[in-house]
């Protein structure tokens, strides 16, 4: 096994490769790439590649009884 600071590395028996690292850091991992995909998906909606609610169906999902009913009518 090769090892850096932080990370194990080793070959598993069918040849696969995995990388072993500390919690933390991979919950760090997780958190950078998501706020990267959420800000990728907000630029997508500003653009008008993402497709938002009309401002009759914003108003008839707050009114609605649920969440749940509204997209259930959608």
């Known amino acids: 096994m090769a090892k850096s ?3 194990t590395f080793l070959t598993t ?4 490769e995995l990388a072993i690292i500390p919690r933390r850091e991979f919950e760090a ?3 950078a790439a ?3 995909e ?11 590649r993402i497709p938002g ?3 009759d169906e ?3 999902l ?7 009913a509204f997209w259930r009518g959608y």
Do not use: C, I
């Not at 707050?62 to 749940?68: H, R």
């Open 53 to 55: 609610l009309t401002p």
């Open 62 to 68: 707050v009114d609605a009884v649920s969440p749940l």
């Open 34 to 36: 998501e706020g990267a």
């Open 13 to 16: 028996p069918g040849g696969e």
């Open 29 to 31: 991992l997780k958190e």
């Open 38 to 48: 959420h800000a990728r998906d907000l630029a997508d909606y500003r653009a008008g």
């Open 58 to 60: 914003a108003r008839a």
């Open 5 to 7: 600071s932080t990370m």
